[in-house]
């Protein structure tokens, strides 16, 4: 696929005489090709097929065992139109139970994919929506619970590309993988062998995510992408299941970003760098007109466990050469126009609290200290690791929090150990209790807003947390009025230590058996129970 697309730009920019032969062969012989989502078609009956399967990865030499769908690894990109009814087949051919979830898209929960939503496998769901939302660049990915994490890990994951009239008047690239081209940036840690996937779901996991030193963008490892010179529009999806990223460009060009989660900006918001949340996307345009080539990169980020090499220092992603064939798409100064943030007096409020259990916390960091050392701890919010301190102490300091001792117990070595038969598949909680399948927290009324305050004071996580069958608005985030192009629509919030609000609507029915779900996006706090689900009518 990736082939055949860069084959067919380069034969045409060749032609054009914009292309030195010896570039092609360069290209080839020093990084691996950016890999190009297929653009999904419906076929004669206007349906989507979509195939969750079994394949191989080629890392570092080794044949991976990974998951797509429609493929090996990730997933087709599919193009939606507003208005336009889709009918999609989902058919699992993996060896467990599936689901599959639009995350960023506004349908009914019956159609939703959240956890109830399971596909046996060798099973077939079939599921049918309008979409009636702005354009947006949102995603699909599994939530079968206590599983999302390990079968995002495995691979899958795929876009989904919905246009409007609005998005098609303004000039804005659109010729896919030329000059609007999606970066799925995605962590990985294999086997010590590099032969397979290494993932756990264990207390260290459970506490701080599942990550790796292993950096893919679009599943290869810093790739290289030919460009036309102009304005390149890309479509960043951070896929990781736990790892924050922080974008920028290796050169310091800046970064102009047009869309977030759910749609595009009022106008162009000129940044350095964009942090990235896990099952975050922005939009970004920029301008690659003088011809030299950048990396895309990531620097680093101050969340728990994720300052380990090579995420210390700024890490390229993915190579970006302009060749001599200029670019047709141009960055607008005005996008669209959004609504301005309504009044919030006298809307229903609610309080979501996020809530690790501090045996979890405490054991899970000291099960991250054991394996990786002190330096795993980073700088979290700006506070320095004192040498000679032992780990129980400084995790005692961290951000001035509360621990409870009652049920821990001591090792030999001073380790903490959670007392016997602890259960920490739902050591993660909101409000109280961890996620309950059969038990709804609350029903939210249909078509009205609602203010929603969620609160992860007490702990040293980063939290990125999202909600089901709504674009919201964030009022305020960890105790600040969002940046500029987070002002925008939004499916993913930040709770960092603070808390953060945001104004939401819902447009479509819940039921209780098909409940939308409100959980942390760091896919390992989710699957040991940090989500509710919550009905609407
Ligand atoms: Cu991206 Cu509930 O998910
Ligand atoms: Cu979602
Ligand atoms: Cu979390």
Redesign the pocket.
């Known amino acids: 696929m990736q082939r055949r697309h860069f084959l067919k730009l380069t034969a045409a920019l060749s032609a054009a005489g914009a292309l030195p032969l010896w570039s092609r062969s360069l290209m080839a012989a020093t990084r691996p090709l950016l890999p190009i989502p297929a653009l999904l078609e419906a076929d004669a009956h206007g349906t989507y097929n979509l195939i969750a399967q079994a394949g191989t990865s080629q890392w570092n030499g080794k044949a991976v065992p990974t998951w797509g769908y429609n493929s090996s690894l990730l997933g087709p990109a599919i193009a939606l139109q507003r208005g336009k009814p889709v009918n999609v087949n989902i058919h699992n051919r993996l060896p467990e139970a599936t689901t599959v979830?639009w995350?960023g898209l506004e349908v009914p929960g019956a159609v939703d994919g959240?956890p109830q939503a399971v596909i046996a496998p060798g099973a077939t769901r079939q599921v049918s929506f309008t979409p009636d939302q702005p354009a947006a660049t949102c995603?699909f990915?599994p939530?079968q619970h206590g599983k999302t994490g390990h079968q995002v890990a495995q691979g899958l994951a795929g876009l989904v590309l919905l246009q409007d009239d609005a998005s098609g008047k303004l000039r804005l690239p659109i010729q896919w993988g030329v000059d609007d081209v999606p970066l799925i940036f995605q962590d990985k840690q294999l086997t010590k062998d590099g032969s397979r996937i290494e993932y756990q779901l264990d207390i260290m996991r459970a506490a701080v995510g599942w990550f790796g030193d292993m950096m893919l963008t679009n599943g290869a490892q810093y790739p290289q992408h030919a460009v036309p010179r102009g304005w390149l529009r890309l479509r960043l999806l951070n896929g990781c299941n736990a790892r924050s990223l922080h974008i920028a460009t290796s050169d310091k060009r800046p970064l102009y970003v047009i869309g977030s989660d759910g749609g595009l900006l009022a106008e162009p918001v000129k940044v350095e760098s964009l942090p990235l949340l896990p099952?975050e996307r922005f939009e970004v345009m920029v301008d690659t007109s003088d011809g030299n080539a950048f990396d895309m990169v990531t620097l680093p980020v101050t969340q728990m466990g994720m300052m380990l090499a090579p995420f210390d220092q700024p890490l390229p992603l993915v190579n970006i050469l302009p060749l001599r064939v200029m670019a047709s798409g141009a960055l607008p100064d005005k996008l669209v126009d959004l609504p301005p943030v309504p009044a919030t007096e006298g809307l229903q409020t609610r309080w979501l609290q996020l809530m690790m259990d501090p045996q979890l916390d405490s054991q899970g960091m000291q099960a991250l200290m054991d394996r990786y050392g002190a330096k795993a701890m980073g700088n979290h919010h700006g506070m320095a690791m004192p040498a000679d301190k032992k780990p129980m102490d400084m995790k005692m300091d961290m951000g001035g929090m509360q621990m409870d001792h009652g049920n821990m117990a001591m090792d030999h070595s001073g380790h903490a150990k959670a007392a016997p038969g602890y259960d920490f598949h739902n050591g993660n909680k909101i409000n109280g209790v961890a996620f309950d399948m059969a038990k709804p927290m609350f029903g939210a009324k249909l078509g009205s807003m609602e203010k929603w305050t969620i609160s992860g004071e007490g702990d040293s996580m980063l939290h990125p947390f999202?909600i089901?069958g709504t674009q919201f608005r964030i009022l305020s985030e960890n105790g600040k009025p969002p940046a500029p192009h987070r002002q925008g629509w939004k499916d993913m919030v930040s709770v960092d230590g603070w808390r953060s609000e945001v104004l939401v609507r819902f447009n479509y029915v819940a039921s209780a058996e098909h409940a939308y779900?409100a959980?942390c996006?760091l896919l390992e706090h989710?699957d040991t129970g940090m989500m509710l689900g919550f009905t609407v009518t």
């Open positions: 979830h995350h959240g995603w990915h939530h099952g999202h089901h779900m959980h996006h989710e």
